[in-house]
């Protein structure tokens, strides 16, 4: 039976059981690579899914070589875990809208924290504007490993008459390959249903892009109805600017998001949520193309003034990569729409999630117990990684959270034979978003938690577990039920433990319907896969037990 904890510490009482565990450890990310500092932009070392560690004694994870081979290197003695908080989506969506069109997704657009975070959890809500800490776990069926489940959550939205006003500026991709059915007219359609629901002290402003930039609407308080010529005009003055919306030429995503920034720092409004929301495919072929670039350009403007940037990705053929690393570096995230009831869910549902923040520059640091804890790899985060060290250093950059978010974190955890106590403490730090001062809180789970079955545990838990395996099952390249090894850029890690074929994992999926129309989603998306990965090549042979245990199947539908 599942144990679920929930503890709030002090600073200082977080900072004291963090230092008993850092003891004898080093300084590098929990997921054995080399000990490596956050790059300059905060976000962490990029890495793909990282060895397994283990004790110092034990044998050593290979890295890869130029010939694809494993090169042999010495067993990490590292214990802990961190990387930056995210809420993305935009993986998952995408990932969908290519299986419904009869496509696998390339492996390198799946990112299985975003996939897990596609489903919203139960966890315990915080009384105050603070994270909730609840971890969980149970065992996989495969020599002793289990998944364990780190949940954080923020108390929900609040009324709509609570929250601060929003100064929105939206960027609008109006190139020509925008003009695919589904992309841009399902902005229009977006924006217009949104714009009808927005408060009367809400303000929009409306930028384009093509080959060059143009602001079509400044900053305007959209008012009410009967207000008069200025207080009641703004909305028909909007919505006349979204119905003229029309692709045209090239994408210069740098000229948009330049001009939007812009546009928002002259309309900024005092006391209100500053944010640039970028809908686009993200198909730049003119001027700066890279995430870095573009946003060297607007660097002032996030650090000045606090602006952040919501992605919106639409469109079959995305530049999936451009986008996430794009709200990566502007504080913000990145959601996929592909039709309309998506797209009026994320404007009309969930972009005031989105417009407030609770949280900002929010990190999490797992530490699990080496008197416990033989090996354990963190399921996907992979370019969110920050370094040990830099846990409580709270210049270095990390994620944003807004109300009514549950972030979820999986971990791969093979306990040593026969061990019993403390297994690992889960500690989350945050800013405020507007005093900038920091708060932590912590979890923690035992050995014994971990005594039952995965497919007979919490249904949450199971909904994530069966996430990650199908991402996991995509990245690697899954045919016939069985595990062929991908060859991804960054991404040379094993499968998951008791990782069961597409077949079962839909079974699965749709055992849980009751959970709600996206659980039913992720069963058609996983049917889907199987068909296609099914009738596209023919089974890979076994292959030979791997140093950290053979990959078994997953255990029968009867649990």
Known sequence: MRTRKVLRRGLLAAAVAGGVLLTGCSGSG?????????????????????????????????APGEDG?????????????????????????????????????????VRPEEFVNSFRQDYPRPDGDGFSVSVDGARTGDDGWSLVRVGLAMRGEAAEAERPPAALTFVIDVSGSM????????????????????????????????DTAETVLPMTRLGGTGE?????????????????????????????????????????????????????????????TSADG??????????????????????????????????DKGDGHTTYVSDVEEAREVFCERLPAHIELRARDAKAQVAFDPETVDRFRLIGY???????????????DGGEVGPGHTVTALYAVRAKPGATGHLATASVRWLDPESRTPHEESGRIESGDLDGSLWRSDDGLQVSAIAA????????????????????????AEPLPGAPSLTELAARARRLSAQ????????????????????????????????????????????
């Open 382 to 396: 992979d370019n969110r990684a920050v370094a040990d060290d830099d846990f409580r250093d709270d210049s270095v």
């Open 69 to 109: 081979r494993r090169a042999e290197i010495a067993p990490s003695p590292d214990y802990l875990s961190t990387f930056a908080l995210d809420v993305d989506t935009a993986s998952y969506g995408y990932a969908r809208r290519t299986l419904a069109e009869g496509r696998l997704p390339d492996p390198a657009t």
């Open 469 to 492: 395996y199908f991402a996991d099952g995509l990245r690697q390249g899954v045919t016939g039920g069985q595990v062929e090894k991908y060859k991804v850029e960054k991404y040379q």
């Open 228 to 288: 008069g010529e200025k207080g009641g005009q703004g909305r028909t003055r909007a919505h006349r600017a979204i119905d003229g919306l029309e692709p045209t030429q090239s994408t210069n995503l740098e000229a948009g998001v330049t001009k939007g920034y812009d546009t928002a720092v002259l309309g900024r409004t005092a006391g209100a949520t500053n944010r640039v929301v970028l809908l686009s495919d993200a198909l730049a072929n003119t001027g700066e």
């Open 294 to 327: 573009i946003l060297e350009r607007i660097s002032d403007a996030r650090r000045a003034y606090g602006i952040t940037l919501f992605g919106v990705g639409v469109g079959s053929d995305y530049g999936d990569a451009l986008m996430e690393r794009l709200a």
């Open 516 to 559: 709600g129309k996206p659980v039913r989603e992720l069963a058609t998306a996983i049917d889907q896969a199987a068909r296609l990965t099914a009738t596209a090549t023919a089974p890979a042979p076994e292959s030979t037990p791997s140093p950290r245990g053979e990959i078994r199947p997953g255990e029968s539908l009867a649990g």
């Open 30 to 62: 929990g997921s054995g690579a080399s000990d490596d500092r956050a790059t300059a932009d905060g976000k962490g070392r990029q890495h793909g899914a990282a060895p397994l560690p283990g004790p110092a004694s034990g044998t050593g994870d290979a």
């Open 179 to 210: 003009a695919e059915p589904g992309r841009l007219d399902l902005a229009k359609k977006s924006l217009g249903i949104m714009t009808d629901r927005l408060r009367p002290d809400d303000s929009i402003a409306l930028v384009t892009f093509s």
